[in-house]
């Protein structure tokens, strides 16, 4: 078993990611939810041809609760980010329809295990406010406000460790809901 340093990063804002100085980030890897949103977060942080892969997974999307929970077809979105490997995505419908917190918290045990499967220790994890907190098992529904970025240790027993607070926060005025 070994450590996974992850850098997480929630979505939207994108005229702030282009001032983010991406030297801060030492990766191997990408992985990205496909939702579309997430997908342009990536693009406008990391570019568009980063030097390191960009994998697209479904496990670490946002919780489906709604129509903006759904996203598009694998087909739309391979025709749209054809820079992106979405090998991970197996389903051309890969979304949850009203997802229960049982299985949002499945999910998450699931992206532990793809985690610690890897072989990079180094990677960056553009994903969503409510799939984040239950990650960082965060007794709140939602603590990761837009543009979030913080840095946590995965061990190899499956626990984040949470080293502080987020480290970049666009929106100072957020509260957590």
């Not at 980063?50 to 996203?71: K, N, Q």
């Not at 960056?124 to 709140?140: C, K, N, P, W, Y």
Request: proline share 6%; with cysteine; hydrophobic share 35%.
């Amino acid at each position: 078993m070994h450590t996974v340093n992850i850098v997480l990063l929630t979505i939207k804002r994108y005229n702030f990611f282009l001032y983010l100085d991406r030297s801060k980030f030492d990766l191997e890897l990408i992985i990205t939810s496909p939702m579309r949103r997430a997908l342009l977060t990536t693009d406008y942080v990391f570019g568009k041809l980063p030097p390191y892969p960009v994998l697209v997974s479904p496990i670490p999307t946002e919780m489906g609760h709604g129509g903006c929970d759904y996203g598009s077809s694998k087909t739309v979105l391979t025709r749209d980010f054809p820079h992106h490997d979405f090998t991970h995505v197996e389903s051309e419908e890969w979304w949850t329809e009203e997802e229960s917190q049982e299985h949002l918290e499945q999910r998450v045990e699931e992206f532990k295990e793809f985690l610690n499967s890897r072989p990079e220790t180094r990677i960056a994890v553009v994903s969503h406010g409510r799939f984040l907190t239950q990650l960082m098992e965060i007794d709140q529904f939602c603590s990761f406000a837009n543009c979030d970025c913080k840095q946590v240790t995965l061990g190899g027993d499956g626990v984040v460790s949470d080293p502080g607070e987020i480290f970049i926060r666009v929106d100072k005025m957020w509260k957590p809901y």
